[in-house]
Each structure stands twice: as structure tokens, then as C-alpha cells.
């Protein structure tokens, strides 16, 4: 038997969905994949000649639990001067991928009985972690009304002096949607009032389409109580290399690093060289990727909208769209399905990122201009087919 607790843990549907399709393709069915989060891209070339240059060079050995410390520092002026605050290496963790910054922290802060706030819709490992470690997991409900950010009265309603942690993504996933200077100010107003921290999800600040990335460690009072989650999957197209890091209080980076110490020991060291690499060297190709990304954004809106029954706002980072399809009739899971096995586009339900995304489906434009052409036929052709009863 399995332990109890093994109830409680979630999963991040991408996955689930993506071995589905793989099993269609497998049957020899054409499907186009637009579900998982993941560059269509090759990880840019100095960076992998950077980590084939540190394999030769003996970086093939345990590092420290935090990461290298030279690697570190690197991190550390690299969030000084992007977010415009004063860290140094002691407050850089590097771990394998992001999520571990969800995780490690979560764990070395929330006790029983917790209460976490989490955006809802939102990336479905926060709320799994937060019933995992059987904190009370707390919804914040992001509206497509509020281009997908939410009404801070009801953040105001949630935050009390029992909110030990409130978790904030923007650029977002799964809509695509970015709080605001006004949000952040009133998020870290609340934060001090009721002294609680704030994990502050910034994976996509690199990729951004209108406006600018503004990070809530800037206000006052917030830099002692925030942690910033980062990494190198999105940016630089690097899923696979499992590099991600965490900037936080000293104290709180000794915990995590202590907790990696128990779970990974330490994350790959020449992956860690090749992470320095990719901040310190050109970023001609990182701004081609989302200036790519912009164009096939555009594209998937304006055909999704052209869709009778389909509404979708344009998202302002990441690379996903979250098109309302209440008008179709069927719950979002509904879509999903015949979506996939009937038409051969792979997409989310809303639902796999909480409660409040019924009604809605994720589309990743993290895939080529042509299959993102394809895919519209497709659903086009699906929706017409539910309108006419099938």
C-alpha cells in the first residue's frame, strides 16, 4: 500500500496529454501538439559549446548543494542588474529545473494548516504541493475580465494573519496574462500588513510582448520576503538540461540548499557552466525566439477569434493562449478529448490548471507557423461540427 500522502500529490497534465498523442502518432495518426510548454527550438549554439567545454574540462564531478559558487555569482549580478536589487551568491539556490523552487521552499515554510494563496487558473503543481505538504490551499481567481489577472478586493478578502505564502506568475501560464505595477504594489502592501512571503513565479520575464517585466522584490519591505523563481527552459531553450534557481533571504537559501542536499545532492555541474554561458554571452537568439514567438501569437489570436464561438484575448508574455470556449457547450474537458482523438490537436482543458479554468482550453504556440495553421483548421472544423450537433 501506498502511503496516504500520495493522495494528495497532483500531476501537470501536459504531460499526460502529450504520451496520449504520442500513442496516436504511434497508431501512424497525424497530430499537431500544442500542449506542452516547451521551444520548438534548438538551445542556442554557445551555450551548448560552452557545456561540451566544460565536460573536457573535468566538470563531470559533485558540486556544492547551492551550486557552484562562481556560477552563483554570475546568477546573482545577473538578477541584480535585470530586476534592480542587491543580491549576491549566498542568496542564489541553482537546482535541477525549476520546480524545485516550488517545492524546496514550500517545504522549508509551510506547516500543516497553512494557508497558501495560489493563482487559479495557474500552473497545477502549486496547488498539488500545497496539498502535499497539507497546507490549506487558497485560490485567487485570475478573470479573463481582468485580462487574466485578479480583483485585488478579493485578494484583500483572502490575506489574513494565518496566509503564510502567496504565489504570483507573470508573465503567466496557462493564460498568458501579467500583473500589473498597481497589482504588485497592492500584493506587497498586503504582504507586509500580514508578514507573509511571496513566491514570485518570474520564468517567463524574458518573454514578453507589450510592456515590460516588473518584479515585486523591488517595493519596499518585499526584498526580505520574496522568492524568485527563475531558470534557462523557456528563455534559452533549454527543457532538457533541468537548470533552474531560486533568489531568496540567506537564511531561507541554507534551508533549500539543505533540502537539495537530501533530495539531488546537487545539480549537474556542467549544465551550471553552460547557465553562466547563456546569461554572460550574446542573446541574439533568445530575442529571435520570442520575436517568433510574437509573430505566431499574433497568428493563433487572430484565427481563434475568427472561429464562430471562440473568444481570446492576446496574451501579453509567455507562450500560450487561453481561448473562451463556454459558447461551444461542453465542459473544457469535453474539448480536449475530441480535440485530440477526433481531429488530432493536442491542447488542455482549462480544468488541468484548476477549477476556475472551466471553460476555457491552453494552446501552446511553442510550435511552428504551419502547425499552428493546421491546428486552426482543425478546431475550426471541430467547432463547426459541434455547432451542426456532432
Not at 144 to 168: G, M, P, Q, W
Not at 341 to 363: C, I, N
Request: proline share 5%; net charge negative.
Amino acid at each position: 500500500m501506498l502511503a496516504k500522502r500520495m493522495e494528495r500529490l497532483g500531476t501537470e497534465t501536459a504531460f499526460e496529454v502529450l504520451a496520449r498523442a504520442k500513442a496516436l502518432e504511434a497508431e501512424g495518426r497525424d497530430i499537431v501538439h500544442l500542449e506542452i510548454g516547451e521551444p520548438d527550438f534548438d538551445t542556442p549554439g554557445n551555450i551548448i559549446d560552452k557545456a561540451v567545454e566544460a565536460l573536457r574540462s573535468g566538470y563531470t564531478h559533485y558540486g556544492p548543494a547551492a551550486g557552484i559558487p562562481e556560477v552563483r555569482k554570475v546568477f546573482a549580478e545577473h538578477i541584480s542588474r535585470d530586476r534592480g536589487i542587491d543580491v549576491g551568491p549566498d542568496n542564489v539556490v541553482i537546482v535541477p529545473g525549476g520546480k524545485p523552487i516550488i517545492y524546496f521552499p514550500l517545504t522549508a515554510l509551510v506547516d500543516p494548516g497553512d494557508e497558501v494563496i495560489y493563482p487559479n487558473p495557474g500552473f497545477p503543481i502549486y496547488e498539488s504541493v500545497i496539498n502535499f505538504l497539507e497546507g490549506k490551499a487558497v485560490p485567487l481567481k485570475l478573470a479573463e475580465e481582468k485580462d487574466f489577472s485578479f480583483d485585488i478586493e478579493d485578494l484583500r478578502a483572502l490575506a489574513n494573519d494565518k496566509t503564510k505564502l502567496l504565489i504570483i506568475n507573470s508573465p503567466q501560464n496557462p493564460t498568458g496574462g501579467m500583473l500589473s505595477s498597481e497589482d504588485l504594489d497592492a500584493i506587497a502592501e498586503l504582504a507586509v500588513k500580514h508578514d507573509f512571503w511571496v513566491l514570485s513565479d518570474e520564468i517567463y520575464s524574458k518573454i514578453i510582448y507589450e510592456g515590460t517585466h516588473d518584479s515585486i522584490s523591488t517595493r519596499p519591505g518585499m526584498l526580505e520576503r520574496t522568492i524568485i523563481l527563475e531558470g534557462h527552459s523557456k528563455t534559452y531553450a533549454m527543457t532538457g538540461w533541468r537548470l533552474g534557481y531560486g533568489i531568496m533571504p540567506v537564511e531561507l537559501a541554507a534551508s533549500v540548499a539543505k533540502l537539495q542536499t537530501n533530495c539531488t545532492s546537487c545539480t549537474a555541474a556542467f549544465t551550471q557552466i553552460a547557465g553562466a554561458e547563456a546569461l554572460t554571452g550574446p542573446q541574439d537568439a533568445a530575442e529571435a525566439m520570442v520575436a517568433e514567438f510574437k509573430v505566431r501569437r499574433d497568428m493563433l489570436v487572430e484565427g481563434l477569434n475568427a472561429i464562430e464561438g471562440i473568444s481570446c484575448k492576446k496574451p501579453r508574455g509567455a507562450f500560450y493562449v487561453f481561448p473562451n470556449i463556454s459558447e461551444l457547450g461542453l465542459t473544457s474537458k469535453e474539448v480536449e478529448v475530441r480535440l485530440l482523438d477526433e481531429f488530432g490537436v493536442a491542447a488542455l482543458a482549462g480544468t488541468s490548471f484548476g477549477a476556475f479554468g472551466e471553460g476555457y482550453l491552453r494552446f501552446s504556440y511553442a510550435n511552428s507557423q504551419d502547425n499552428i495553421r493546421k491546428a486552426l483548421e482543425r478546431f475550426a472544423e471541430f467547432a463547426a461540427t459541434v455547432r451542426n450537433g456532432g
